[in-house]
């Protein structure tokens, strides 16, 4: 089992009074969840990295985190099992499938996550393109119910 830790330090351009709010980014490759914590710090978020579904279901019992981003492909366990696991703790906060699977997937699984009662928020594929990634974790801190920073 890795050991989940911030995947990024924090970015300068915040002023140390605001509290920043916390999202877990769940990616198996290093390289896409370096990127999406530094893509979410850049957008306030403190950002917290998971490599598998274990991992995640481990910090997810122990934090509470103010949005979820989620790849599908996880290995062994799949993140459909991680969309589970966030519906059985009643988690009401944004979560953004993030994956490389085609578009059609991508937006199956974030329908998924909606017929589990989860906020998904439009997903987005890989590579990765940092603007939309931006707007959309910027939209989810925004959402109702969440004070944006």
């Known amino acids: ?10 970015d300068t351009e915040l002023p140390d009074a605001i509290v920043r709010k916390t999202v ?23 950002a917290i990295g ?3 579904v ?13 949005c979820v981003t989620l790849d599908i492909s996880l290995g062994a366990r799949s993140g459909y099992d991680v969309l589970k696991a966030l519906a059985k703790l009643g ?4 979560v953004l499938i993030v994956s490389g699977l085609d578009v059609a997937a991508c937006r199956d699984a974030a ?3 909606r017929r589990l009662a989860l906020d998904a928020v439009d997903p987005l594929q890989k590579p990765i393109d940092p603007a939309a990634l931006r ?3 910027d939209a989810a801190r925004r959402r109702p119910g969440h004070i944006a920073v």
């Open 135 to 137: 707007v959309r974790l």
């Open 91 to 94: 988690f009401d906060k944004p």
């Open 111 to 113: 329908e998924a996550a």
């Open 50 to 52: 998971a490599e598998t």
């Open 1 to 10: 089992m890795s050991l989940p830790v911030p995947a990024c330090p924090p």
């Open 24 to 46: 877990l980014v769940i990616d198996d490759d290093i390289t896409h969840r370096a990127v999406i914590c530094r893509v979410a710090d850049r957008a306030g978020f403190a």
């Open 54 to 66: 274990e991992d995640a279901e481990l910090l997810l019992g122990s934090h509470q985190f103010d």
